[in-house]
């Protein structure tokens, strides 16, 4: 099913297109000037929101494109984990908001706009949540205040 961004519906909250999801064409990927930092986790925000604005075009496949395990203590999604690596999803955040400049995409793209100011708030909520539970005052210090940016 192929479709453009005027012809979906509205993403709730709980449903957002992630890295395992997605495949770009190699041109859009260069086209975007996507560079992803390194030695960083949770990129693969970066690797999904920057050439978004880039696809006038979306092609849905009901097919499991990779199977991601979870439940290791370790793994970069663990809440002990992230609330340790929460100045690298600060980091993300900031390098999606520079990205893309929303109010400068057309008002052809409103649906896509919406999306993505959708995701940075999800972004930026899960960086909150991880501060507060650290529950240090310097982590307090550091929630998120981009409206400045």
């Known amino acids: 099913m192929c479709f453009a961004w005027d012809e979906i519906g509205r993403f709730p909250p709980s449903q ?8 770009y064409r ?11 930092p390194k030695h960083t986790f949770y990129v693969d925000n970066v690797f999904v929101y920057q050439p978004l604005p880039l ?4 092609y849905y496949m009901d097919i499991d494109l990779y199977r991601y395990f979870i439940g290791r203590d370790d793994q970069s999604v663990n809440e002990s984990v992230m609330v340790k690596r929460v100045d ?3 980091r993300v955040t900031k390098i999606m908001i520079d990205a893309v400049n929303l109010y400068a995409l057309p008002e052809s793209q409103k649906k896509l706009r919406a ?4 995701y940075l708030s999800m972004m930026m909520a899960i960086s909150s949540v991880f501060l507060t539970m650290d529950g240090r005052p310097e982590a307090f210090e550091k929630r998120p205040s981009y409206g400045s940016t």
């Open 16 to 23: 957002n297109i992630l890295m395992h999801t997605v495949i």
């Open 26 to 36: 190699t041109q859009i990927l260069r086209d975007s000037n996507l560079e992803l």
């Open 55 to 58: 696809c006038q075009r979306l």
């Open 88 to 90: 690298q999803q600060l």
């Open 115 to 118: 999306y993505m100011f959708n």
